[in-house]
């Protein structure tokens, strides 16, 4: 009876110990099983803190590490409050994992033990090696594979071979010379930016610049032929291309003909073997009560003013536009940066439309959906409140988004016109059936095949991407633009319609 007194005695001393020095916390659930994971993503494990001590207490910080990201809430944790803490694991290896990382708070010299466990059977393509981290001694990650890079002829599209390839920057420098094949690889690449340098004898030389990640590992050089077309203008005006022409004292026909074709042997002499373009041109010629000397007066279409008396687009200058808008609006839009950016530059291009230009929208996030379809330019309130009423929220599952588009695209084809798909978004698609390689593709064959470009406005900084943005962009013979101000806002989409619409 005395021996389980003292027992007993022992027991609530203890207890008023732990209570006084040691933890007054429960952990829940501990550990967090995550069980087997069919494509691992960086998942995050949720923990519910409970303050169950007689004192508020606030988390005491975690310093980096390569593989584990823990968030903790800001400020004090009051008796009897519960708290949330994210735990993000980063790794490399597929099987069984179980990772444990203390956590102090002010309460107590013992730390909470955080745990998680699991299966990755495989990875995620959006999923990432290390913890992101801000700070320049983070340790880079490695490439999975070997970096490809593919040189081809940016006319035909084949590829090219015979190529001095050297791709570089602060910590490394591969040379490749005399390519045998259009496709080269290199290997040990770290995560990071390069510059690569083609050059070709019979094409220009080309610089670009590129982004290795994890994901993206497959690059396309596009080289010029270095004998590109001449633009004809007589000899005396050559730096003076955009001035009128105006002829005085009208010789007759026979002298005409002869010096014309003095010029043409000239010509032909000097720029044999190149190809010769005619610059289009408007000829107005004066009538025969006309008292002056003037015969013929030149007026190229560059002349002409860009915008009517109402404020759009001048018919004579611009053609047609079929513009499709597909729109990310999942929740990384909503950012005062992305969003009310993206809606000024929308706005301030609609300004300029005509009734002939038609405009489509489509949104995307966890689902797709098509707000206007085909509307004219000229009904402006109806597209600046459908703008306006956009709300992000979601996942960005823009691949379907991007077939939807192409059909509108294709539903209100015009001929002579710009038909264009105009994509906006600050990150990459996460639709299950995402293919990068097969997007790339698609967009080639539009613009090849149908005439309906591609271009990209990106928001944010997310370089990854930036990079799927550019390509997709080149191989659907369109344009990246960024939009970081209020100032890229009012511009980027006015002069991205007008620069594709011009008429030639």
């Known amino acids: 009876m005395i021996e389980y007194l003292k027992g ?9 110990l732990n209570t006084a020095y040691g933890q007054s916390v429960m952990v829940l659930p501990a550990p967090f099983d995550f069980g087997a994971v069919a494509k691992w993503k960086n998942d995050t494990a949720f923990f519910t803190i409970e303050n169950t001590g007689n004192s508020r207490f606030v988390f005491l910080p975690i310093g980096y590490s390569q593989d584990v990201m823990v ?38 010299n013992e730390p909470v033990t955080l745990t998680i466990k699991g299966k990755i059977i495989d990875f995620h393509r959006d999923a990432m090696l290390n913890c992101p981290s801000l700070s320049d001694d983070a340790p880079p990650s490695i490439a999975e594979k070997p970096v490809e890079i593919q040189v081809i002829d940016a006319i035909s599209g084949e590829g090219l071979t015979g190529f001095d390839i050297i791709i570089k920057n602060d910590d490394d420098r591969q040379l490749i010379e005399k390519a045998s094949k259009n496709k080269v690889y290199f290997d040990n690449l770290k995560n990071g930016k390069y510059k690569i340098n083609v050059s070709l004898s019979g094409y220009e030389s080309k610089e670009q610049e590129i982004t290795v990640n994890r994901v993206t590992r497959r690059f396309i050089i596009k080289l010029q032929p270095d004998d590109s077309p001449v633009v004809l203008v007589p000899p005396d005006k050559k730096d003076k291309e955009d001035e009128t022409i105006v002829l005085e004292n009208p010789k007759n026909d026979e002298e005409e003909k002869r010096d014309i074709e003095k010029l043409h042997k000239k010509f032909n002499e000097k720029f044999k073997g190149k190809q010769i373009i005619d610059k289009d041109v408007i000829v107005v010629t004066a009538g025969e009560d006309d008292t002056t000397k003037i015969d013929t007066l030149v007026v190229k279409k560059s002349d002409l003013p860009d915008f009517n008396a109402s404020g759009v687009l001048n018919k004579d200058k611009y053609a047609s536009n079929n513009i499709v808008f597909l729109i990310d609006v999942s929740s990384s839009m909503d950012r005062p940066e992305k969003l ?16 002939e230009d038609l405009v489509t929208i489509i949104v995307y996030s966890s689902k797709v959906k098509i707000l206007l379809q085909g509307e004219p330019g000229n009904n402006k309130e109806t597209i600046y409140h459908l703008i306006d009423g956009l709300e992000a929220k979601g996942l960005s599952h823009g691949t379907e988004g991007l077939y939807l588009a192409y059909d509108n695209a294709k539903q209100n084809f015009i001929n002579q016109g710009n038909n264009q798909i105009i994509l906006v978004s600050d990150g990459m698609f996460n639709s299950n059936d995402f293919s990068p390689k097969g997007i790339f593709k698609l967009a080639k064959e539009k613009a090849d095949l149908e005439n309906i470009k591609t271009s990209a406005v990106g928001f944010g900084k997310n370089t990854e991407a930036i990079e799927f943005m550019k390509t997709l962009t080149q191989n659907g013979s369109g344009n ?3 939009i970081l101000s209020e100032n890229d806002a009012a511009t980027a989409l006015v002069n991205e319609i007008m620069q594709n619409s011009i008429k030639q």
Do not use: H
């Not at 009310?340 to 009734?355: E, Q």
């Open 480 to 482: 990246f633009i960024r």
């Open 71 to 108: 968030i903790l809430p800001e400020g004090y944790v009051n008796p009897g409050q519960k708290a949330s803490v994210k735990f993000i694991y980063y790794t490399q290896n597929r099987g069984n994992f179980r990772k444990s990382v203390s956590v102090y708070y002010t309460t107590s």
């Open 8 to 16: 007993f005695l022992i027991f609530i001393l203890i207890g008023l």
């Open 340 to 355: 009310p950016y993206l809606k000024k530059a929308v706005k301030d291009m609609v300004k300029i439309l005509r009734k």
